[in-house]
């Protein structure tokens, strides 16, 4: 874990409600691996004590981008950012996606849910594994990505308006895969986190979750990400073996092990 002043090179919005930065940040892109995060004191002037975790939605060997949409004072002052502005960053934080290797990935974000999905999927990318990427969002306003059906990209609205109407996972009825031999990477809002959750264990497709739960240390300190873990030795587990944090056990899951989003 390492605390970087880093510098914005763009802050700017991608589409309605979205946002995206390029902050330089040499030592946190060289370290981080896709799925994980990092802790943004939005301003050196706030007097919150709390700082804001973002998934990293891309990285190469000198930058990071973050992908977020404004929804109170902290990512209000991120919103703010100009350009060569110093930010202070602690990262990368959590833990990463893993074990595509013998299935074929799925990768499904929904809303900002989409960044760490993302740079799962440049990662992908990068080795020429075939995967699917599909986006979900409310309208179609909402979407920066272009769906492609040779490239495997697919995106989804609730109105209709671009993609297949209706939840993320009508998606997977456009195209082919075998259940058992593949596997589900997802973030996005918890009911549909849920969903998908659901749906990987009736249909017995391996699945991964991210959650976005509230955090305040982002390093295991202050016990306020808790997450609660199945355990079926009901009486004689440990706290520890039934309750996980998600900022640093987290914030990826396997479905089996959550009891619910
Ligand atoms: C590991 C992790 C990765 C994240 N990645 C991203 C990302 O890539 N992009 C992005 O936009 N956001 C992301 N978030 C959520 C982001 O941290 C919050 O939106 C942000 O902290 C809100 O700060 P604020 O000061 O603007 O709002 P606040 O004033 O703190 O809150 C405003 C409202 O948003 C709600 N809220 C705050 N945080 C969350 C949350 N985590 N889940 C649901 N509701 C929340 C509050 O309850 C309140 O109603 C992530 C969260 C976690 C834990
Ligand atoms: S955020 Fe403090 S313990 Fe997880």
Excluded at 19 to 47: T, V
Excluded at 181 to 198: D, N, V, Y
Aim: hydrophobic share 40%.
């Amino acid at each position: 874990m390492i605390r970087e002043i880093g510098q914005v090179v763009f802050n700017r919005e991608i589409a309605k409600h979205f946002f995206e930065a390029e902050i330089i940040a040499p030592l946190i892109s060289s370290k981080c691996k896709p799925g994980q995060f990092i802790n943004i004191l939005p301003s050196s002037h706030w007097k919150n004590v709390m700082r804001r975790p973002m998934s990293i939605s891309f990285q190469d060997d000198e930058k990071i981008r973050i992908i977020y949409k404004i929804v109170g004072e902290g990512t209000q002052l991120i919103g703010n950012w100009k350009v060569g502005e110093p930010v202070d960053l602690i990262g990368p934080l959590g833990n990463y996606w893993k074990g595509w290797e013998g299935y074929f990935p799925i990768l499904m974000g929904g809303g900002v849910g989409i960044a760490p999905i993302l740079n799962l999927h440049y990662y992908l990318n990068s080795q020429n594994i075939n995967h699917v990427l599909i986006m979900g969002a409310r309208t179609k306003a909402e979407h920066f990505l272009q769906p492609s059906q040779n490239e495997n990209i697919f995106l989804t609205t609730d109105d209709g308006s671009i993609g297949v109407k209706g939840w993320i996972t009508n998606a997977l009825n456009e195209f082919p895969f075998d259940p058992l031999k593949s596997k589900i990477f997802t973030c996005g809002p918890p009911l549909m986190m849920e969903a998908i959750r659901k749906l990987a264990l009736d249909k017995k497709i391996e699945c991964d979750l991210a959650l976005e739960r509230l955090m305040a240390c982002g390093f295991g300190i202050c016990q306020g990400c808790t997450v609660e873990k199945t355990n079926n030795e009901k009486g004689t587990h440990s706290y520890r073996s039934k309750f996980a944090l998600a900022c640093i056990d987290g914030p990826i899951f396997s479905s089996s092990e959550l009891v619910t989003c």
